[in-house]
C-alpha cells in the first residue's frame, strides 16, 4: 500500500500539478485509511485486496466516529482519485471506489461581506500604523484579495513575474496549475505599487529568501497562509465585523459584488478560475438573497 501511495504522490506532483495545500490533505486522507485497514483489517495489505465492502466499512466507520459530512466527501474523494489511479495504471482490476456513492450535502449560501463593510476592513491595516511597512503591506494584500478574489494560496504564492503594473493585471496559477489573467482596479494597484517600491525592498534583505514571491513577512520570506487568514481575522476585528471573517470571504465577497452590478456569471466563472460554472453558481444564490432583502426593504408590500 505504502508503495501505491508514493507512486500516487508523484502523480498528484507531476501529472495533476495540484497545490501542496490539496496533496497534503490527500496524503494525509490515505494515511488514515491506510492505519484503518492496519488496525481493522490486517489481511489487507495491498490495494488489489481492498473491495467495496472494505471502503464501506471505512465510511461506516468516520460516521461513527463523528467525522463531519464535508470531511468525509473529502476522504472519499482522496479514494476516489487513488483506486482510479492505480485502476488506469493496471494496479488493480476493478475500481473499488467507483459503486460508492457521494452522500447528499445541501450547499450552504456562503456568508458576504456589504459594500460599506468590505471598504472598513480594506482599510484596517493590523499594523498599529498604517503607514509602517507591515501596515502598507498589509493594505496592499487586502486590497488584492478584494480586489481580485483570488485564493489564499494564490495569493500566498503570488509570484513577482505575474504582475504587469502597467496594464493593470496580474497572472494568477490556480488549481492544478492552470493560469487566468485577472484584472486589478486603481485603488488596489495604487497600495501594489507603493508596497512593492517603498516595503517589499526593504522586507527582501536577505536576497533570494523570498523566493521571487510578492508578499514577504518580517524577515524576508514568503508569507504563509496561516499568516494571510490571521491578517484577515485581525483587520475585521479591528474594522469592528464580529462575524468571522476568513480570506474566502473575501472571495465570495469579490464574486457577489460583480454579480449583483450586473457581471456576467461566466466571467466571474472566468475570474475566479472554476473549471466548471456549476461551482459559480452558488453566488447566484446570494445574489437572489440580495434581491429578496431589496424586496423587503423597499417596496410597500415586501415585509
Known amino acids: ?25 490527500y496524503l494525509s486522507d490515505l494515511d488514515q485509511f491506510t492505519a484503518f485497514l492496519a488496525t481493522a483489517m490486517p489481511a489487507l495489505r495491498k490495494p488489489e485486496e481492498v473491495d467495496t465492502l472494505a471502503l464501506r466499512t471505512y465510511l461506516g466507520y468516520l460516521h461513527q466516529k463523528g467525522i463531519s459530512k464535508a470531511s468525509v466527501m473529502r476522504k472519499l474523494a482522496a479514494l476516489r482519485t487513488f483506486f482510479r489511479f492505480l485502476h488506469r495504471e ?18 450552504k449560501v456562503p456568508r458576504v461581506l ?5 471598504a472598513l476592513l480594506v482599510e484596517a491595516s493590523p499594523a498599529p500604523d ?50 487566468r489573467l485577472v484584472p486589478v482596479g486603481e485603488p488596489a494597484m495604487r497600495a501594489l505599487g507603493r508596497y512593492l517600491r517603498e516595503v517589499r525592498p526593504a522586507l527582501d534583505r536577505a536576497r533570494g529568501r523570498g523566493g521571487g514571491r510578492v508578499f514577504l513577512n518580517s524577515r524576508g520570506a514568503p508569507l504563509s497562509r496561516v499568516a494571510v487568514w490571521a491578517l484577515v481575522k485581525e483587520s475585521a476585528r479591528r474594522a469592528g465585523i464580529t462575524r468571522k471573517v ?4 473575501l472571495r465570495h465577497t469579490f464574486a457577489t459584488h460583480l454579480l449583483e452590478g450586473g457581471a456576467d456569471l461566466a466571467a466571474v466563472q472566468e475570474l475566479l478560475g472554476h473549471a466548471d460554472i456549476a461551482t ?24
Open 280 to 303: 459559480t453558481q452558488i453566488y447566484t444564490h446570494v445574489d437572489r438573497e440580495y434581491l429578496r432583502e431589496v424586496h423587503r426593504r423597499y417596496h410597500p408590500r415586501g415585509g
Open 130 to 179: 498604517a503607514e509602517t511597512l507591515p501596515g502598507l503591506r498589509d493594505r496592499a494584500l487586502l486590497e488584492l484579495l478584494y480586489a481580485t478574489g483570488m485564493r489564499v494560496s494564490e495569493l500566498a504564492e503570488l509570484p513577482l513575474s505575474s504582475l504587469d503594473l502597467d496594464e493593470g493585471f496580474l497572472t494568477v496559477f490556480g488549481k492544478g496549475g492552470k493560469e
Open 90 to 107: 493496471g494496479r488493480v482490476a476493478t475500481n473499488p471506489a467507483r459503486a460508492l456513492h457521494t452522500p447528499r450535502q445541501i450547499k
Open 114 to 118: 456589504s459594500e460599506s463593510e468590505s
Open 1 to 25: 500500500m505504502k508503495a501505491a501511495v508514493r507512486e500516487f504522490e508523484r502523480y498528484l506532483k507531476d501529472e495533476r500539478r495540484v497545490s501542496e495545500h490539496t496533496l497534503r490533505n
Open 246 to 249: 476568513s480570506p474566502h470571504t
